[in-house]
């Protein structure tokens, strides 16, 4: 009997082990597609934000599995001033992941899509996540852990509340406002 529990605690490890290899590579893969060039077709825009929701879906889950901000970090290429946007992206996505907490996986995900599809495209944005928090929590407590047509608009609604209009499309990382 003890040899069974025995086992049986191992299988359960060896699978914890086999999914956070999982999660850490498809990390990594994720950071394959930082090296291309800013999108500019709808299929690409939406290839790119996907791939960003799909990073902070990582991010999240391998937080959630203890795994800490630096680690994740480092399995990231280097951050430098010339780094191209989707690096960028996952080095701030990693942050937020460990400094709103509170945020769940479906919100911060959809938040992240959204906030993406905007950049992209041109639109207006919030100044920050701290800004459009608020809103968040409130889709969070109103539609908890449902993903759907509805969540998704409370989420844009907020991003739109709080967004303020881009005076020059993505050339960079810095948003540059009209007054």
Same mark, same amino acid.
């Given at each position: ?23 850490? *590579? ?8 930082? *090296? $291309?060039?800013? /999108? ?9 934000? !996907?791939? &960003? ?5 990582? !991010?999240? $889950? ?5 795994? *800490?901000? &630096? ?5 990231? /290429? ?31 995900? *959809? ?7 905007? &950049? ?17 929590? !409130? ?7 449902? @993903? ?13 509340? $709080? @967004?303020?209009?881009? !005076?020059?499309?993505? @050339? ?8």
């Amino acid at each position: 009997m003890r040899m069974l529990r025995t086992a049986s605690k191992k299988n359960k490890m060896d699978q914890m082990n086999l999914k956070t290899v999982c999660l850490l *590579t498809l990390l990594i893969l994720t950071t394959g597609c930082a *090296t $291309r060039n800013i /999108p500019d077709t709808a299929k690409e825009i939406n290839e790119e934000c !996907a791939f &960003e929701m799909q990073a902070a879906r990582t !991010a999240i $889950r391998l937080r959630d599995k203890g795994k *800490t901000n &630096e680690d994740l970090k480092s399995k990231l /290429p280097p951050l430098e001033q010339n780094s191209l946007r989707l690096l960028k992206k996952m080095y701030e996505i990693s942050d937020e992941v460990y400094q709103y907490t509170d945020l769940n996986e479906m919100v911060y995900t *959809t938040y992240r899509f959204e906030l993406c599809q905007r &950049e992209l495209l041109g639109k207006s944005l919030p100044v920050s996540t701290q800004t459009v928090l608020p809103d968040l929590l !409130a889709c969070q407590q109103q539609y908890q852990d449902k @993903s759907s047509v509805k969540s998704a608009n409370c989420i844009l609604a907020g991003i739109e509340n $709080r @967004s303020i209009k881009l !005076a020059v499309p993505i @050339s960079g990382d810095s948003h540059e406002t009209n007054n």
